[in-house]
């Protein structure tokens, strides 16, 4: 008697927790609306959490952690979605994983997906984040590669911006990565590399002379010249 009673009790409470989703699913799809309507993004992540507690679903995952890594809430993203790396993932949950691993510092793993995204849809763009990490980590032969793949995959009409400066600018992709390999060049050995890596970065210079960072790196290299030679 005691497990029919115990039975009958859950059968019940199972019967409501269904009829409650039933009834708050279509209010928090008029507020998922709503929210969108009034452009209030705070709104629109309390929503899609909601939704997707009452129906989950994986598009609305990778939606909710976009909108978080939008909003520079990189870790909030990543706890969304998890930072391990499936073969099922879409693009876009990739892309989240890329971008806010490294946006908390943590290249080991956002170069997993980088990798993963390069694999899917190489691109001059993946191939330079893939390229400027990849000399952060010490993979310099892995960095020309991807130096190599953008700059015959690069035309005029493809830029990169820069926000070292007060007043950010923009420069063509192949100066972007004739940058890169300076850093590449002067990596191989700080010592002996110094007057090669200038000249490269000299040639980033004749294709954007409005390239500061080449300008920086060209600078800082310069003063180091006096240093090595005593």
């Known amino acids: ?31 998922y609306k709503q ?46 979605i998890g930072i391990e790396k499936n073969e099922s993932d879409s693009d876009l949950a990739v892309q989240v994983k890329a971008f806010s691993l490294k946006a908390i510092n943590d290249i080991d793993q956002a170069l997993i997906h980088y990798e993963e995204l390069f694999k899917r849809k190489p691109n001059p763009f993946i191939a330079y984040e893939l390229a400027e990490m990849k000399i952060r980590t ?52 700080r010592e002996n590399n110094i007057d090669a890596a200038i000249s490269i970065l000299n040639d980033a210079l004749a294709i954007a002379p409005n390239f500061n960072l080449a300008k920086i790196s060209i600078d800082a290299l310069n003063a180091q010249k006096p240093t090595i030679q005593e």
């Open 138 to 189: 010490g993979d310099l032969m892995g960095a020309t590669r991807n130096i190599t793949f953008g700059i015959a995959n690069s035309d005029r009409e493809i830029v990169r911006n820069y926000y070292e400066t007060q007043q950010p600018y923009s420069v063509p992709m192949k100066a972007a990565f004739t940058y890169l390999k300076g850093l590449v060049k002067i990596n191989e050995d």
């Open 35 to 80: 929210m969108q309507s009034q452009a209030d993004i705070q709104g629109v992540i309390n929503a899609l959490t909601h939704l997707n507690i009452l129906e989950p679903s994986q598009a609305r995952k990778d939606t909710l952690a976009t909108l978080y890594m939008n909003e520079g809430r990189h870790v909030e993203a990543l706890n969304t």
């Open 1 to 31: 008697m005691k497990k029919i009673v115990t039975l009958l009790i859950l059968f019940c409470t199972a019967s409501t927790f269904s009829q409650s989703n039933k009834d708050l699913l279509p209010h928090y799809k008029k507020y």
